[in-house]
């Protein structure tokens, strides 16, 4: 059950206890009002960067629908996911798949949805796209490897940046067009040192791949930007 409510911020532990007395517990409550406001916080420090929600820590359709009407785009990684930005109306073209590792009928599921971009990060995976070649774009994932965040995200996901540009080569063999990278340099990071070589390296890779005829132009610098917790957060 949803029911829209207006609270005054700061909500005393009074104002909430009553909330859950009235709707029982445990309670999940949304602002809406602090969604807008991190979202154009976080717009005002990245000019120019085209923001996406990534839904999977919070997958709700309210979320969902609050930040559609503040400009955002949305990063999806399961076929609930791709239901979900569907059935709330959002063009999928404000859409990328980031998944590293899919399956053939997630490709599938999210084609007839509508989205057609996704992230790779391997041969293998490239090769699930040979098939669907004309209907995507991808988007390759590159590892930086940063034993200074919380959760290094690099361990599991991401090419070498040595093995980019034989990837992108790989690709267009088969021709599936790779348009761009992406990265993610870990959670909670403690200082941005580990964006700012990810993005330069990447900035070479794409220089190299345009050298050679491959026209990549767009770069996705990940999340991973740090929150208070139990320790405040820079």
């Keep these: 059950m949803k029911t829209d409510l207006?609270?005054?911020?700061?909500?005393?532990?009074d104002a909430l206890a009553a909330l859950a007395d009235q709707f029982g517990s445990p309670?999940?409550?949304?602002?809406?009002?602090?969604?807008?406001?991190?979202?154009?916080?976080?717009?005002?420090?990245l000019p120019g960067v085209e923001l996406h929600y990534a839904l999977k820590p919070l997958p709700?359709?309210?979320v969902?629908?609050?930040?559609a009407r503040e400009g955002a785009s949305f990063d999806l990684a399961t076929n609930g996911e791709v239901?979900?930005?569907?059935?709330?109306?959002?063009p999928p073209k404000r859409c990328i798949h980031s998944h590293p590792i899919k399956r053939g009928?997630?490709?599938?599921?999210?084609?007839?949805?509508?989205?057609?971009?996704?992230?790779?990060?391997?041969?293998?995976?490239?090769?699930k796209f040979i098939a669907q070649r004309a209907k995507v774009k991808l988007?390759?994932?590159?590892?930086?490897?940063?034993?200074?965040?919380?959760?290094?995200?690099?361990?599991?996901?991401?090419?070498?940046?040595?093995?980019?540009i034989g990837l992108i080569e790989e690709a267009a063999h088969h021709g599936v067009r790779?348009?761009?990278?992406?990265?993610?340099?870990?959670?909670?990071l403690p200082r941005p040192d580990k964006h700012v070589e990810a993005i330069g390296t990447c900035g070479r890779i794409i220089a190299e791949a345009r050298e050679r005829g491959f026209g990549l132009d767009v770069l996705d610098i990940g999340g991973g930007f740090p929150i208070d917790y139990r320790e405040p957060a820079p």
Excluded: M, W
């Design 6 to 13: 207006r609270l005054a911020a700061p909500y005393s532990p």
């Design 27 to 45: 309670l999940f409550v949304i602002d809406c009002d602090r969604l807008r406001a991190q979202y154009r916080a976080l717009e005002r420090a």
């Design 60 to 62: 709700d359709r309210t």
């Design 64 to 67: 969902v629908q609050v930040l």
């Design 83 to 90: 239901d979900l930005v569907r059935d709330a109306g959002i």
């Design 105 to 127: 009928s997630d490709i599938r599921h999210a084609l007839d949805c509508g989205v057609s971009t996704f992230v790779v990060d391997n041969a293998e995976e490239i090769a």
């Design 139 to 164: 988007l390759l994932r590159v590892s930086f490897r940063n034993p200074d965040t919380v959760i290094d995200l690099s361990r599991k996901f991401g090419c070498d940046a040595t093995a980019a």
């Design 178 to 188: 790779v348009v761009g990278l992406s990265f993610h340099a870990g959670s909670q």
